[in-house]
């Protein structure tokens, strides 16, 4: 495109997008103990499949040789997602995996979940320029795949653990499928019969 070839306009952007980045960061402290993590997670999944899709839409009709209406909505669709990326998966992850597991694994499963966030930031970064010769204006299609998936992931598999104890969030697991609110009491009514038999 043409802002490539603008290095004023490049300088901008990257400038816009370290604030779009602190703005999010101050937003999340705001939203995480008041929204929660799965809402967090499931709403800003699915609001960067949109964005990503409008991006491969805006970049597949845009001129490459001058900044029309598209580039700019594909410039605010990235910082749009750059935005929920920071409040949402960015963020959670490293609050909802401690909470996830018992004070044993916990120090591996942290340890697993940033080496995991870490590796994955760098194979974007890697593979970035190898998609955008291969793909051109499709580039953009690979993520929207890769957060529908996430999106059911989260749906389906994720738990709120917020203000939840380890005890009520593994009886949500063990419920698979169950009433989660049953298996929250059938394990407090199981605590309770243990301290009363003691």
């Known amino acids: ?13 990257i400038l816009g997008m370290g604030f779009v980045e602190f ?18 997670l499931l709403y800003n999944f699915a609001i960067m499949v949109i964005l990503f899709a409008i991006v491969t839409l805006s970049l597949t009709s845009a001129n490459p040789y001058e900044a029309d209406a598209w580039t700019y909505v594909s410039v605010i669709c990235i910082y749009g997602a750059i935005f929920c990326f920071a409040i949402g998966p960015a963020g959670v992850c490293l609050i909802i995996v401690p909470e996830l597991w018992s004070q044993g694994p916990r120090p591996t499963a942290v340890s697993i979940a940033v ?80 301290i009363k038999s003691q």
Not at 1 to 13: K, T
Not at 146 to 157: A, D, E, G
Not at 163 to 176: N, P
Request: some cysteine; hydrophobic content about 50%.
């Open 23 to 40: 703005l999010a960061s101050c937003v999340m402290v705001y939203l995480v103990d008041r929204v929660g993590r799965r809402p967090l």
């Open 1 to 13: 495109m043409i802002w490539s070839n603008d290095p004023a306009a490049v300088s901008y952007a």
């Open 115 to 194: 080496q995991v966030q870490w590796w994955s930031g760098f194979l974007v970064y890697f593979l970035f320029p190898y998609l955008q010769a291969a793909m051109d204006a499709y580039m953009f299609a690979i993520f929207v795949v890769i957060l529908i998936y996430y999106t059911l992931f989260t749906y389906f598999l994720v738990p709120e653990t917020k203000l939840k104890s380890f005890e009520e969030i593994a009886a949500q697991f063990r419920s698979k499928g169950g009433d989660k609110n049953e298996a929250i009491h059938s394990e407090e009514a199981f605590e309770m019969s243990k």
